[in-house]
Nanobody, 124 residues
């Protein structure tokens, strides 16, 4: 098992940047493919980005390509999401998630482990 804790959320103006972190417990972080999702009030949880176990492969939702960057540091058991040029409609709770299979997955049901989420609010 792995426990995940997100941090780095907050309030930012439109066009601004934030960097989210996801810290994982245990010594097997590199065994997991990791993903970021977000959920706005009244909406379904949606895929944002994913990164393979050793970072060789990344995948992004079309809506964030070119603005968000996912990365990981397995020596620190931590994953990151650098978010630039943020938009008000990206206000949501952002979650990190982990799955054992090293294939990119965009559906929430494909991830077994979740953090508690961190709030990102983008003001206009």
């Amino acid at each position: 098992q792995v426990q995940l804790v997100e941090s780095g959320g907050g309030l930012v103006q439109a066009g601004g940047s934030l960097r989210l972190s996801c810290a994982a417990s245990g010594r097997t972080f590199s065994s997991y493919l990791m993903g970021w999702f977000r959920q706005a009030p009244g909406k379904e949880r949606e895929f944002v980005a994913a990164i393979s176990r050793f970072g060789a492969s990344t995948y992004y939702a079309d809506s964030v390509k070119g603005r968000f960057t996912i990365s990981r540091d397995n020596t620190k058991n931590t994953m990151y999401l650098q978010m630039n040029s943020l938009k008000p409609e990206e206000t949501a709770v952002y979650y990190c998630a982990a799955r054992k299979m090293n294939t990119i997955e965009t559906q929430p049901g494909g991830y077994a482990y979740w953090g508690q989420g961190t709030q990102v609010t983008v003001s206009s």
